[in-house]
């Protein structure tokens, strides 16, 4: 669901948390609870050496958001909106403590992006991939068409959703154009084609990458 590759921070910065959470991130949202409470405890002992970590904050908070959606999803809506709030408040709080971390922008844009697919909610989401295309202009064409390509799709599906076509063209027009090897580039095609984004054929990977 998100993540920080190529497509996320300067070449300048080293620091990968995301490298030590992100695959036991995706295998929980993929059904593995083991492999998600091991990424959820990882966070939590970071938070608790340094309170102030953004991006183990970030990630946190979308695995508390992701078990917001489960809970929704068992028919437990108090729970799920307790969760909700509280994963959001995480998300928000590694924000403002890092505005310009691309490492946290990409991961809460991302899971916004995927939380609220049925609430047409993409405001925040695209607010977060634009101030990442903004801090990466000087060297976003240094970056490989999968990075590009994934941050590209994420400004064009979230303006799609706003019902903002003519925003979601220039995006889906701009991913075809500079990543036309990303994997992304198809559905991008499709969009330009039919003004519909088709399913993914699985997990996505939309901002995962740094």
């Known amino acids: 669901m998100f993540g920080s590759d190529g497509a996320a921070q300067s070449p300048a910065r080293t620091e990968r948390f995301d490298m030590i959470v992100r695959a036991d991130f995706f295998a929980g949202f993929a059904g593995d609870q083991a492999r998600l409470q091991r990424a959820m405890e990882q966070c939590e002992l970071t938070l608790a050496e340094n309170p102030t970590h953004a991006e183990a904050l970030v990630w946190h908070g979308g695995g508390v958001m992701f078990q917001a959606v489960s809970a929704f999803a068992r028919g437990d809506p108090q729970r799920g909106a307790e969760m909700w709030e509280r994963g959001l408040k995480e998300m928000n709080e590694a ?109 996505g990977c939309v901002g995962c990458h740094k």
């Open 95 to 203: 924000a403002a403590l890092e505005p310009d971390n691309v490492g946290v922008r990409i991961p809460r844009g991302a899971t916004l992006l995927q939380a609220t697919m049925n609430l047409g909610a993409a405001v925040r989401p695209v607010g977060d991939y634009e101030h990442v295309l903004a801090l990466q202009a000087s060297y976003f064409d240094k970056l490989g068409d999968h990075p590009r390509g994934e941050l590209l799709f994420g400004l064009a599906e979230g303006y799609s959703r706003l019902g903002q076509p003519e925003k979601a063209r220039r995006y889906f027009e701009r991913l075809v154009r500079e990543a036309p090897s990303s994997g992304q580039a198809p559905r991008a095609d499709a969009w330009l084609k039919t003004g519909t984004v088709p399913p993914a054929s699985g997990l």
